[in-house]
């Protein structure tokens, strides 16, 4: 059954009426004599995954389009059948989804009321600014009293002053200086070049995103992490001596090691385990 159909049985289920009690499925794994170890093996779905199935925490899972193959392979291996199981956590996905917030936009009108100019401020105001351009024109323009008014006149007498000549110094004669054998400068030794080492040398791996795909990454002996990319995203990554990668979506990714694109790496929905470089 593809994914979209799983999809649509799970939504009918949910709408159909209320749904059957979910089985305890670590019982129904373990009276296959399966451990949680033995499933990661068989589907390579990480245990923190495979422990929130079983206990229906739902909010640790990824992204759905990757969580509902997870459910499907899950239900395979343990042999029973997913419906129950993705009607579930659909009605979680139903429950979760958040409206957008509706926004009323209210248009205020300001109305101004216009009062009517006073009727004695129209005189009012040439009046004033003419009395103020007179007071001006009064104080700026005022006449002088009558009468001579005498001025001190400074006359001040100009000297010529002669420059007189400067006093001509003899220069003395250069003095001779003997001639000294220069020195030769020192020997330059040119410093060997030390060859680079492995340790200098690093990994690069670019991974782009087709569509919606959860990945599990180690980096060298680092503890490995989990990311969901979204479709257009892209994700960089260096190391030292090696990388561990699980692909959820084979499909999903294009993975560039070293500058070179490893090509098509499965169908879409399949889990594909990846060491570069390869042993």
Known sequence: MSEENRTRAAEEEVKSGPLK?????R??????????????LKTR????????IENGEYHL??????????IQMYADAIGIDAGIILAHYQRHLDETQVEPEKVTVVKAQIAFDRKPFPRYLRYAVPVVAIIAAACMYAFLYEKEPPGIVQRNVTVVERKEVVSKPALAVKEAPPETVPNVPQALPPAVVAPKETPQTPDNTRLNLLIEARED???KIAEDRNPPYQITLKKGEKLSRNAREFFVI????????????LGKSLGNLGRKGQIVHLRLPQQ
Do not use: M, Q, Y
């Open 213 to 215: 795909t959860w990945l």
């Open 27 to 40: 019982a129904l794994r373990e009276e296959r004599g399966l451990t949680v170890e033995d499933i990661f």
């Open 246 to 257: 699980d692909v959820g979506n084979a499909a999903g990714v294009n993975v560039t090691f």
């Open 61 to 70: 899972l990824p992204a759905p389009a990757s969580t509902k193959n997870f």
């Open 45 to 52: 779905i990480s245990a923190t995954i495979l422990n929130a």
């Open 21 to 25: 009690k979910l089985p305890d499925l």
